[in-house]
């Protein structure tokens, strides 16, 4: 499990536990201190094996090196659990970070390949997280290790996928500007429709009262404290015979919605089967929105910037979910 080191004392403790035990990436004393004494003061998140743990399996540090961009400061992961996916952790961990503060862009700094093995393994992994290169500055450090600088778009669509998750938690006391809400609105009138019949429509709620009207129905509560909602509605109409894509229709706007919400700084989560269940909660929300019968209200989608820290959960490896040409093919 990941966690956010807040204190000092414990972001050294961890980083030399980590960095002393790698000493073919840190062999060199005086700039491993500096990395130990330098993690002191940035932001940290730590791998454990389970919440009672106190030995840290990997870490990664943060540092801002612009009004837009992050840098990874310092990584390391123990030999003996590579390749467990706790790097790539750690890193959805510090794109969640960064993206929640609004910073465009991350970076890192590395030994450029072809130097030394376990440095191509480090570019490697880098590349695998979407990472492309800026520029090698041949003597940043030394004419032994020519730097290796690599970037990655936070707000490229790549991106916004690997980081966009559900988000449950409160939102800040901030106003969702209205072209905002109308970008957001355009990406899902957008998506793609069977046939092109259009079966997806929109409101977009702002108007404080109205917000608390709907916010009065949810039951049990969510979405208590977001600024701005966009209600989901969508009508049967036949692509063709008697095929109907109402459901990937409104699918398909959905996801793209969600994708523009992260994209513009804000968070969001897909609420269907809380409205939709047995207590019919989406006919009390289209009750006060005065939606037309021949629609239903599929899902509400609550707007505005996060007010608690969180990451993504953890997902299975690449190889346990694709396979190609066969089910027994990689």
Avoid at 8 to 30: C, D, G, H, M, Y
Avoid at 133 to 157: G, H
Wanted: charged share 30%.
């Amino acid at each position: 499990m990941i966690r956010f080191i807040e204190d000092r004392n414990e972001r050294k403790r961890i980083s030399r536990q980590v960095l002393e035990a790698l000493p073919e990436w840190f062999e060199v004393e005086t700039s491993r201190e500096d990395y130990i004494s330098g993690s002191e003061f940035l932001p940290m998140f730590a791998y454990f094996e389970d919440k009672i743990s106190t030995d840290a399996i990997g870490f990664l540090c943060l540092k801002e090196t612009g009004k837009d961009t992050l840098e990874i400061a310092v990584m390391g992961v123990l030999k003996d659990h590579h390749r467990e996916g706790i790097g790539r952790r750690l890193f959805a961990a510090a794109k969640d970070y960064a993206s929640q503060r609004g910073y465009s862009f991350i970076q890192v700094k590395t030994v450029k390949p072809g130097m030394y093995e376990d440095y191509d393994r480090t570019n490697d992994f880098y590349k695998s997280l979407g990472f492309k290169e800026l520029e090698v500055f041949p003597t940043l450090w030394d004419e032994d290790n020519p730097c290796q600088i690599y970037v990655m778009s936070l707000k490229s669509a790549i991106s916004a996928i690997a980081t966009r998750h559900s988000y449950r938690g409160a939102f800040r006391d901030e106003k969702v500007p209205v072209e905002d809400l109308k970008t957001i609105a355009s990406a899902g009138i957008d998506a793609p429709s069977g046939c092109n019949k259009q079966t997806t429509d929109l409101i977009i709620v702002d108007d404080p009262d109205t917000l608390d009207e709907i916010k009065a129905v949810l039951d049990p509560p969510v979405a208590q404290t977001a600024p701005a909602m966009i209600v989901v509605l969508s009508r049967r109409i036949n692509a063709y015979r008697d095929r109907c894509f109402a459901v990937q229709d409104y699918s398909a706007a959905i996801e793209n919605m969600l994708l523009a919400i992260v994209e513009l700084g804000y968070q969001s989560c897909w609420y269907e089967g809380h409205i939709t269940d047995e207590d019919r909660i989406c006919d009390k929300i289209a009750s006060i929105l005065n939606v037309p019968s021949e629609y239903d209200v599929v899902c509400i989608l609550p707007v505005g910037k996060a007010a608690d820290d969180f990451h993504a959960p953890g997902k299975k490896k690449f190889s346990e979910r694709v396979k190609f040409n066969s089910w027994n093919g990689f």
